[in-house]
Structures are given as structure tokens and as C-alpha cells.
């Protein structure tokens, strides 16, 4: 009898490990893991003002370790990069479901809410250098016109709008604890290399608006068109979501760029591993 009881409680335990599953857990990184990373979140104006519309609008402030996006790419939550290199490794684009899928699986809030704060810098070094509107006319003078005055002005007014915060922890984790496909498995094998880093979560503005005031007054012609208030295009834009951009007329030496679209700001890379 002694010897069933022994053998069941083995076998018991037995099972139990067999039977135990891993499962993801996404880990929090430390401040000296964040230092190699390439888009840490720099100390300046721009981004104390960002902060601060934030933090007005959603009550909270930016995640622990909040990193800053490269304007020159784009980088949408569920991306893996390498930490040292901020190179990207893996997207969650093969798993089969679209951007706005994918979006509607995610922790969400939204607040809506206006800051206008008055910058007196390039407005390229906010846009970023390859920023560029392209005009419904395509008259390639007006298009020269008006991309000349937002890249040189160094006076403008911006309004930031609604602030979404998305967060993928919980939706990831069910995917992968649970993925069997091969293109889910190779996500998985790359997001537990310890060579590797994961965006899990982003800040992101909803809309902005731009005042900008020329050093000189605006042609004639491209007056006509601004008091149209035309739509035009973002062509080197990286936007997941493509952005909606109208144009307005104010007055002879200012004109207003209104963008609807979705822009992530800055986010929070984690690591993960197995428990």
C-alpha cells in the first residue's frame, strides 16, 4: 500500500511538470539596458512641451523608460528590434491580421483634448528634414512655395489634439502562448532572443495643427488656392495609417496645415522570456 501511495504521488507530480505550459512575460527594462538603444527620449523643448500636453490632457505621464520614435521610420507596437542597433528584426504583420485589427485586440484610451504651444525653432527639426506636402494643383511651383516656408520657418503655432494610448501586453501574450503557426513561432523564437527588445506599447497624437508664418508674403496664386482649403498629400510619410492633410488661408503671411491621422510619439520597448 505504501509503495502505490509513493508510486501515485510520483506519478502526480510527474504529470504536473509534463503538463506544466511556459508562457510569455514581458519584463520591464532597466535604465542601463535602455542606454545603447538609439531613440532613447532626448531632454528638450520639444519634448518637455510634449510631455506636458500629454500628461495635461491624459492625466498620467509617458510609460517608465518612454523612448522617442524615429521620425524617419515608422514603427507601429508589436515591432522587435535589436537593442543595440534599433534595427528591426520582426513585425507582427505575419499573422495574418490587418492594422486595424490588429488595433482593435490591443488596451486603447483616448482623452479628447486641444494644446496650442508657440515654438520659436525650425520647424523641420519637430517635422523632421523629409517632411513634405504635396498640393492637388501639381503646380511643382506652389509645391516648392509652400514646403520652402514650412522647412525654413522658425515661428509657428501647433495644436495638438486627442492623445491615444495603446497598449498590446495581454493581446500579444495570448497570441504567442497559443501560436502554432510558423510564421508565429519564428515571431516568438525572435522575441525571446536576448539580443532583442519589443515595442509593446505607444503614445500617439491623433491630430495636429500648424500655424506657420512666412518671412514673406504669399504668392498671389497660392493665396487663391489656400482659401479653397484643399486637401494634399504626405508623400514621405511612414504612417501605418495614412494621414489626412488640409491646407488653410489666415492671411497674406500665414497659412495653416491641419494633419488627422495617427502619430506615434513615443513608446516602450520591453524584453520577454519564458515562465
Known sequence: MKKLVIFL????????????????????????E????????????????????????????????????????????????NKQSGEVVATTEGFGITTNQAISQYSIVTTPCFNKSEFHLPLKSILGESFR?????????????????????????????SWMYIDMKEALKKIL???????????????????????????????????INTEKNISKPLQALLKTKPSALLPNSTSLLKPTVSLYYLNSN??????????????????????
Open 9 to 32: 504521488f510520483v506519478s502526480v507530480w510527474f504529470c504536473r511538470c509534463v503538463n506544466k505550459k511556459e508562457t510569455i512575460d514581458f519584463i520591464t527594462l532597466n535604465v542601463n
Open 34 to 81: 535602455l542606454s545603447g538603444i538609439p531613440f532613447s527620449l532626448p531632454n528638450n523643448r520639444i519634448i518637455d512641451s510634449l510631455k506636458e500636453a500629454h500628461n495635461r490632457c491624459m492625466g498620467v505621464s509617458f510609460d517608465a523608460n518612454a523612448t522617442l520614435f524615429d521620425r524617419k521610420r515608422s514603427l507601429f507596437i508589436g515591432t522587435i528590434v
Open 133 to 161: 506636402v504635396e498640393l492637388p494643383t501639381g503646380n511643382e511651383e506652389m509645391n516648392k512655395e509652400i514646403n520652402d516656408a514650412i522647412l525654413t520657418s522658425d515661428n509657428a503655432e501647433i495644436e495638438t489634439g
Open 177 to 211: 502562448d497559443t501560436a502554432k503557426s510558423s510564421t508565429g513561432l519564428k515571431y516568438k523564437h525572435d522575441l525571446l532572443d536576448t539580443a532583442n527588445i519589443v515595442l509593446i506599447a505607444a503614445e500617439s497624437i491623433m491630430n495636429i495643427r500648424i500655424a
Open 254 to 275: 500665414k497659412f495653416q496645415i491641419s494633419i488627422e491621422g495617427f502619430f506615434p510619439i513615443a513608446g516602450q520597448f520591453v524584453k520577454a522570456a519564458l515562465k
